[in-house]
């Protein structure tokens, strides 16, 4: 039979046949003795021969689909397909999940879900004609959306409260260590998601909001009792484990996007509302975990703040108010140690002072000098040992965030700039560095330690305000090294370098690299000025003579006296700078006496001995080759030295003296205390460095009121020292008076820059 030539179907009787199929299905699913559709015969639909049923299922389908009008049942055929899901969930399904409860509705629930995805798989499929012509042209819901809404409407609607609270009331089961069917659980909140068809609406807001209402309910009551029974690190335990269990149960059956609002939750019911409290505890809390170095416990605190907001804030705060306090404790035992050595000290002059006169008080100076320098080390050592330790922490413990970095910073710059016995933390540093670097320092340490211990003191250079202080103290310091051959390793002195460098920048080391090169560039001057001596036989200077040269604007400032220097000596200088004006002539010579040594050879009585002094000391001792006797007046107009120069010379000469069996003795001059001239040249650098800075600023400003003009000048300053805020307008008033700034004549606050 063609086309053409087909019988006529009408309603009833094709629904009727497909009735039949329908119920076959229903029956299979209900679990009726009812030969299943196989695999194969489904596939056999698309082949010959067909299965005779499930063939006149498809034809029966297509054949009233597309019969001419008025027989097109198209959209009747579309209904039906409704009707048939919404007479078997009404007739069956629902029945049979209402005389269900808890559990066994759950059950009961997955299985009809279960069944109903299967029966409109099929069904969707016996009218699939449907879905390819009809609703595409008509823009009607497709067959598998229509028969998933039927279950939507009628089973899930009614039911998803009940649902809801059942398996709210497992989790909470769970959470109290009861075992439960997780595999149940997964499955019904899968129908949660699936009956959104791809929307997670059902899910949130028919089962996610009470759920998470629910878990912040239950951690309330739990965080209220522990709070009360537990110390901190139980507390956080707990917490910690709270946390882990959720996060398990997100794993296992509820849906992914869950996780960050539950775990939201818990720890705003377990740490947020709770904080202070937990971190204040008295003998549990975050001050005494660090009091108790409780690494791991602070670890675990860590973690669990980190997830809440500002969580870390009190942590840090507790943090950095704990390594203050110990930086300070520091401070004040040094202060009290320091103070303790003084009172001995002079307790010990007054006793001494009418036995061992000038010299011996003298040695009794160097020594309480030794003693305080021992003191200072120790003092920088304990504080190097809090910077390493607290520096652990962070990276540790606290993971190496910024902000226990920040904190870590902000208590060292508090203690770290307090000084010590009247010295400041840049000069302890600098004489710390002095220490190590020097031959015969108090501190024996390996290659390996000195570079680490070097790399520390850098470190704690970064919190010290006053860092051009500390740059002039080193290099008063590696100065003394350099010229008196005390350094005892070159690579050490050029690895601070680079060190400090790498930490202040290129400016704040130019000058130390240049003494450093300068020794360098002396120490072939003078193989060139033996070699020079060796080849002129005229130029004799008739004793040993060895001449450091050096760069003027590298090194600290030296007095320079006309001293009246011995005929053996004058002769010494003619022959150098002779040599020297063979190689330059564009440079000058000023010679440092100041810094000069000289061997003598002293013919006594008893015995010759060999004299190791100072060029000063030299020339007092050479005046007495020619006389037996001088007056103090006589010394000091042939020397041509100060008062005070002369008194320091023959106090040293004087009181000098050595045990019989000394050949070689060297003659000290009394220390001079150079820290007030340091902090002069400094406060004398500072003041042109705000200038500077003042009219870079102007400069590129032109005009600029008073309180942002200091707040720049302070912040381009900052990373050498902390400019007072009065310097800063002495330096402006100064600046105005020499015609480089003006005041605005209606605001005197407002500066303006004067070409």
């Given at each position: 039979m063609t086309m053409n030539e087909r019988k006529t179907i009408d309603l009833e009787q094709g629904w009727e046949f497909m009735q039949k199929g329908i119920t076959k299905l229903k029956n299979i699913l209900e679990g009726l003795p009812e030969p299943q559709f196989s695999s194969e015969d489904y596939?056999?639909?698309?082949?010959?021969?067909?299965?005779?049923?499930?063939?006149?299922?498809?034809?029966?389908?297509?054949?009233?689909?597309?019969?001419?009008?008025?027989h097109d049942y198209s959209q009747q055929l579309y209904d039906k397909y409704r009707e048939s899901f919404e007479e078997y969930i009404t007739s069956t399904v629902l029945p049979s999940i209402r005389e269900k409860h808890d559990e066994f509705m759950l059950r009961e629930l997955v299985k009809r879900w279960a069944n109903h995805k299967v029966m409109v798989r099929w069904l969707s499929r016996f009218f699939h004609y449907l879905d390819r012509?009809?609703?595409?042209?008509?823009?009607?819901?497709?067959?598998?959306?229509?028969?998933?809404?039927?279950?939507?409407?009628?089973?899930?609607?009614?039911?998803?409260?009940?649902?809801r609270d059942a398996v709210i009331s497992l989790i909470d089961q769970e959470r109290e260590g009861e075992q439960i069917d997780r595999a149940l659980l997964k499955n019904v909140l899968d129908i949660f998601v699936e009956i959104g068809m791809g929307q997670m609406d059902h899910y949130e807001n028919d089962f996610e909001d009470a759920m998470l209402k629910d878990t912040a309910a239950y951690y309330s009551r739990k965080a209220s009792n522990w709070i009360l029974e537990d110390s901190c690190p139980d507390y956080m335990?707990?917490?910690?484990?709270?946390?882990?269990?959720?996060?398990?149960?997100?794993?296992?059956?509820?849906?992914s996007s869950s996780e960050p609002k539950l775990l939201e939750k818990v720890q705003h019911e377990l740490l947020s509302v709770y904080a202070n409290q937990l971190l204040e505890k008295e003998h549990s809390g975050c001050h005494a975990l660090l009091r108790d170095d409780k690494v791991e416990d602070l670890s675990r605190m860590f973690r669990l703040f980190s997830k809440i907001p500002k969580g870390l804030d009190p942590v840090s705060n507790i943090f950095k108010q704990h390594v203050t306090a110990e930086g300070t404790a520091l401070v004040k035992q040094a202060e009290d140690a320091a103070s303790n050595k003084k009172v001995c000290f002079y307790y010990g002059c007054f006793l001494l002072q009418f036995i061992l006169f000038y010299f011996l008080i003298c040695c009794i100076i160097a020594e309480k000098r030794d003693v305080v320098g021992l003191q200072e080390q120790v003092f920088v050592r304990k504080v190097i040992e809090l910077h390493d330790k607290y520096l652990a922490y962070v990276n540790d413990c606290f993971q190496n965030h910024t902000l226990f970095h920040k904190s870590l910073k902000e208590a060292f710059e508090v203690f770290c700039n307090k000084g010590v016995a009247g010295s400041s933390s840049a000069e302890l540093l600098a004489t710390f560095c002095d220490n190590i670097l020097k031959k015969g320092g108090s501190e024996k340490l390996s290659d390996e330690a000195i570079e680490e211990t070097l790399e520390k003191v850098v470190k704690l250079l970064a919190y010290i305000s006053d860092k051009d202080l500390f740059a002039e103290f080193y290099r008063k310091k590696l100065a003394r090294r350099l010229l008196f051959d005390k350094s005892a390793n070159d690579d050490h002195e050029r690895s601070i370098l680079t060190k400090l460098k790498q930490q202040c920048g290129g400016q704040f080391t130019s000058k130390m690299e240049g003494m450093v090169t300068d020794l360098t560039l002396a120490r072939e001057n003078q193989t060139s000025f033996e070699e020079y001596l060796s080849n002129n036989s005229n130029a004799n200077p008739g004793i040993d003579l060895t001449v450091t040269v050096l760069t003027t604007g590298f090194w600290p400032s030296y007095k320079s006296f006309d001293l009246n220097l011995p005929a053996e000596m004058v002769k010494c200088v003619e022959v150098f700078r002779e040599f020297y004006q063979t190689k330059t002539k564009h440079r000058k010579l000023t010679w440092i006496y100041s810094l000069g040594t000289c061997n003598l050879l002293g013919k006594f009585e008893t015995r010759n001995t060999e004299l190791i002094v100072t060029t000063y000391q030299a020339s007092a001792l050479l005046l007495f080759n020619s006389s037996d006797r001088l007056s103090y007046s006589e010394i000091m107009t042939q020397l041509n030295l100060t008062d005070d120069d002369v008194v320091r010379l023959l106090h040293s000469l004087s009181c000098a003296n050595s045990p019989d069996k000394m050949r070689r003795i060297k003659i000290p001059l009394p220390p001079v205390d150079e820290k007030k001239k340091v902090i002069e040249d400094v406060d004398k650098d500072r003041r042109y460095a705000i200038d500077a800075s003042i009219v870079r600023i102007m400069k590129s400003r032109k005009v600029l009121g008073h309180q942002q003009l200091v707040l720049e000048c302070v912040e381009q300053l900052g990373r050498m020292f902390k400019p007072d805020f009065k310097a800063i307008k002495k330096r402006i008033e100064d600046l105005i008076t020499r015609d480089y700034l003006e005041r605005d004549k209606t605001n005197p606050n407002m500066f303006r820059y004067l070409a």
């Open positions: 596939m056999m639909l698309y082949t010959y021969p067909f299965p005779y049923d499930i063939v006149l299922l498809h034809v029966t389908i297509y054949n009233m689909c597309t019969q001419k009008p008025p012509y009809f609703i595409a042209r008509r823009s009607l819901p497709p067959l598998n959306e229509v028969g998933l809404t039927c279950f939507r409407d009628l089973v899930y609607l009614e039911l998803n409260g009940k649902v335990l707990k917490a910690e484990e709270c946390l882990k269990r959720e996060k398990d149960r997100v794993s296992h059956y509820l849906h």
